[in-house]
């Protein structure tokens, strides 16, 4: 297969100190056309310092410097940045696999393709490789009912077609959580999902990451499933609309009750999940945890 230009955005806020490994990770592919267009959000730290010296030392950087304007709209100016008939994506404090594209890359002779994603592996602040198990249910082909009810696209994994993003449209800046599963929710209508099960992606795992705000993150959840449902309307079953309803009242419910030791208010989001699938069993089954826990 011959190489078609793949353009990888990085947006990057205050990063420095992990920056040119990432940076660095990507252009020690064995896929050579390639660019690597750096978003930096408004750093303060000495990202510039390093990345005039990256810059300088290959061709391929692309370093551009914004005020600061959050992820969304970082990286959607990456995407308009960008060159390649494909682009794909690295966060400034992950690495990729030497091999990524590739692996990847093959996938896309199949012109109903649209995202290649892959497994993820991790490593600690440090660079020490960590023992964690892979998320299952990751699956191939139209996968809009299983994207409904789960984000299992690893974000820093995907590779994208530019026509997903021609015809279905960057990342939703009014959105500050949760942009990749909205993302992926409009892309699935139209194009296929690709897995491919080798880790091609090292996730850094340390105590430096974006804020664990599982409460924001709920709430632009239940945003992106309302918006996805009314600009598809009839498209998904009435059941299955009821399933991913209950998934995301129970999954709300147990975060809470697990991070906060509440009671009231999970039990409330677990009950109203039940109601809109009464068959769902892990709705029944986070009920009884909840309960037996309460007692």
């Not at 996805?228 to 998934?247: K, N, Q, Y």
């Amino acid at each position: 297969m011959s190489q078609p230009l793949v353009s990888v955005v990085i947006a990057t806020y205050n990063m420095g100190q992990y920056l040119p490994d990432a940076v660095q990770s990507v252009l020690d592919q064995t896929w050579t056309n390639l660019e690597v267009v750096v978003i930096d959000d408004g750093s303060t730290d000495d990202t510039p310092e390093r990345m005039a010296e990256l810059a300088a030392a290959d061709g391929r950087v692309v370093y551009v410097r914004t005020p600061n304007q959050g992820q969304p709209k970082a990286k959607n100016a990456g995407i308009n940045k960008a060159k390649g008939n494909f682009i794909a994506f690295c966060d400034g404090d992950d690495q990729w696999r030497k091999d990524k594209l590739e692996l990847q890359m093959p996938q896309f002779n199949d012109p109903e393709v649209g995202v290649v994603y892959s497994d993820v592996s991790y490593f600690d602040g440090d660079g020490a490789e960590l023992d964690k198990a892979q998320d299952g249910g990751r699956v191939s082909g139209f996968v809009t009912n299983q994207l409904l009810i789960k984000n299992f696209v690893p974000f820093g994994t995907a590779v994208i077609r530019r026509a997903c993003v021609e015809q279905d449209g960057m990342f939703d800046e009014t959105l500050p959580m949760g942009i990749d599963w909205d993302l992926w929710l409009r892309y699935s209508v139209r194009w296929k999902f690709l897995h491919v099960p080798e880790p091609t992606y090292r996730y850094r795992v340390w105590e430096g990451q974006m804020s664990k705000n599982y409460r924001g993150r709920y709430e632009n959840a239940f945003r992106i499933l309302r918006k996805f449902l009314d600009m598809h309307p009839g498209r998904i079953s009435p059941d299955l609309e009821a399933r991913a309803w209950s998934d995301m009242y129970v999954g709300r419910g147990m975060h809470v009750a697990q991070t906060e030791r509440k009671i009231a208010e999970p039990l409330k989001d677990i009950v109203k999940g039940i109601r809109y699938d009464i068959t769902y069993a892990p709705a029944w089954k986070s009920l009884i945890k909840l309960m037996i826990r309460r007692v």
